[in-house]
């Protein structure tokens, strides 16, 4: 199927904010350093990613720094334009002021990997995601999907829905946040009944990503609507996840952020 061939051009929902429940359960980073994450960052072969980067300060300016690290967890550069090819962006920002950094998307070649802010970002700033795919029948960017930035981890219940029926397709992406640890989530598929029909683990060592076609990794979830529930194998864990679902040619060419919804 030739949507296939935007397998792993994926996203995520903003997480709230936790406490852990007892001091002697795991902190995440997200709870000591302010952090936000864009799951998936893509360039190259048809995609595109444009960071949104926003002062929500209406007075005072605002600094940023956001890193980017690839599938094995080392810092990865990505090519910008106006900018060059970098593996991390620093900035100020004027109050109230947003600026839009573009990936170029004209290598044959997709390069993925995900971002996140340190703790030398202001509070105020907020980043999110413009991710464009090019229709492969023009080679014209035409598609797009907005991906808000998230925290960087999980707790309680977490569930994606789905959607792989009617030749629509349904992707995502994971990214272990911490820096220091293999993070692991448990997996069930269900179907809009709640019948399981795949369960699985997934484990990504430190600051490493993964994203893939739903299907192609769990075919049980072939040509069905349901939703993936995730569930961190400790009380939290240092991850983020997103999804997109793609539409089918004969439904338009169209490309949309599935939810990340939480529950305590």
């Given at each position: 199927?030739l ?7 994926l996203?995520?929902?903003?997480l709230?904010?936790?406490t852990?429940?007892a001091?002697n ?14 799951p998936?960052?893509?360039d190259g072969?048809?995609v595109r990613?444009?960071?949104v ?9 605002a ?13 990865l ?7 060059g090819?970098?593996d991390?962006?620093d900035g ?8 839009f950094?573009s990936?170029?998307?004209t290598a ?13 970002t ?8 413009i991710?464009q795919?090019?229709d492969p029948?023009?080679?014209k ?16 219940t977490t ?6 029926k ?5 992707s995502?992406a994971i990214s ?12 069930k ?7 399981t029909?795949?369960?699985d683990?997934v484990?990504?060592g ?11 990794r769990?075919?049980?979830?072939t ?9 961190p ?6 991850v983020?996840?997103m999804?997109?679902?793609?539409a089918?040619?004969q439904?338009?060419?169209?490309v949309?952020t ?7």
């Open positions: 199927m949507l296939r061939h935007y397998s792993a051009i996203l995520c929902a903003c709230p904010a936790i852990p429940a001091t359960q795991k902190t995440p980073k997200a709870l000591a350093i302010e952090t936000t994450v864009i998936q960052m893509v072969g048809l990613s444009i960071l980067i926003t002062n929500a300060d209406a007075a005072r300016n600094a940023y720094h956001i890193d980017f690290y690839g599938n094995d967890g080392l810092p550069a990505f090519p910008f334009q106006t900018i090819k970098v991390h962006l100020t920002l004027a109050p109230g002021a947003s600026v950094l990936t170029s998307g044959s070649a997709q390069q993925q990997g995900w971002a996140t802010t340190d703790s030398s202001s509070t105020s700033v907020a980043i999110s995601q991710l795919v090019k029948g023009t080679g960017f035409s598609a797009e999907a907005l991906i808000q930035g998230t925290q960087s981890y999980m707790a309680g569930v994606i829905p789905f959607d792989n009617n030749g629509n397709v349904s995502m272990n946040t911490s820096s220091y640890s293999t993070e692991t989530v448990n997996v598929g269900v179907d809009q009944n709640g019948n029909l795949k369960t683990t484990s990504l430190a600051n490493q990503h993964t994203s893939f076609v739903i299907a192609q769990w075919p049980e979830l040509n069905t609507q349901g939703s993936l529930i995730f569930t194998s400790d009380i939290i864990a240092d983020s996840l999804g997109l679902r793609f089918s040619l439904n338009g060419f169209t949309a599935l939810p990340v919804i939480q529950h305590y």
